[in-house]
Antibody
Framework: EVQLVESGGGLVQPGRSLKLSCVAS????????MNWIRQAPGKGLEWVAY????????YYAETVKGRFTISRDNAKNTLYLQMTSLRSEDTALYYC???????????WGQGVMVTVSS | EIVLTQSPTTMTASPGEKVTITCRAS?????MHWYQQKPGASPKPWIY???KLASGVPDRFSGSGSGTSYSLTINNMEAEDAATYYC????????FGAGTKLELK
């Protein structure tokens, strides 16, 4: 059974940093591109970042470019999102999601909440 | 960036009714994907590559479209179909529609 389990969220002050993790199981993690997608409270879905299976290709949404860094450790089956210079508008539930070839997110984690507030 | 415009934003449907949700893209895309989300839950893959049903999706759902216009259709609305549906296109940066909240009448 495919599972994606996020962790690392919490309450953080504006301007500070936070690192999210997503542990994958039930599939060969190193074969798939992975993504972070977020959802602000009561709002829709926003794609945040993508990393290819071997980390060769990395893409970011303009809203986080230069502040967030996506990475992965295939030996640990773990996806990361390092978030710096956090803003109130980064407050959201952050999901990790597996991507298949046509850009479709076929498995999602349960999400981890990040709240940016003083 | 490709902007996806979903319509309607909200709608209600009675059991047995036919429902159509539309997603229009600001530029032509090759595929459209759809997700279903219920309150407090993660989005679920629902329709991929425009018309293919994800595992476990009832066959009263269908997807169609091409270019800049895509749709999700439910034949014979059931109570369990009440949810928010999002479309998503596959060109970078990936973008989602704002969602259509479907309620049971």
């Amino acid at each position: 059974e495919v599972q994606l389990v996020e962790s690392g969220g919490g309450l953080v002050q504006p301007g500070r940093s936070l690192k999210l993790s997503c542990v994958a199981s039930g599939f060969t993690f190193s074969n798939y591109g992975m993504n972070w997608i977020r959802q602000a409270p009561g709002k829709g879905l926003e794609w945040v970042a993508y990393i290819s299976s071997g980390s060769s290709y990395i893409y970011y949404a303009e809203t986080v470019k230069g502040r967030f860094t996506i990475s992965r450790d295939n030996a640990k089956n773990t996806l990361y999102l390092q978030m710096t210079s956090l803003r109130s508008e980064d407050t959201a539930l952050y999901y990790c999601a597996r991507r298949v070839n046509t850009g479709y997110f076929d498995y999602w984690g349960q999400g981890v909440m990040v709240t940016v507030s003083s | 960036e490709i902007v996806l415009t979903q319509s309607p934003t909200t709608m209600t449907a009675s059991p047995g009714e036919k429902v159509t949700i539309t997603c229009r893209a600001s530029s032509s895309v090759s595929y459209m994907h759809w997700y279903q989300q219920k309150p407090g839950a993660s989005p679920k893959p629902w329709i991929y590559e425009t018309s293919k049903l994800a595992s476990g999706v009832p066959d009263r759902f269908s997807g169609s479209g091409s270019g800049t216009s895509y749709s999700l259709t439910i034949n014979n609305m059931e109570a369990e179909d009440a949810a928010t549906y999002y479309c998503q296109q596959w060109n970078y940066p990936y973008t989602f529609g704002a969602g259509t909240k479907l309620e049971l009448k």
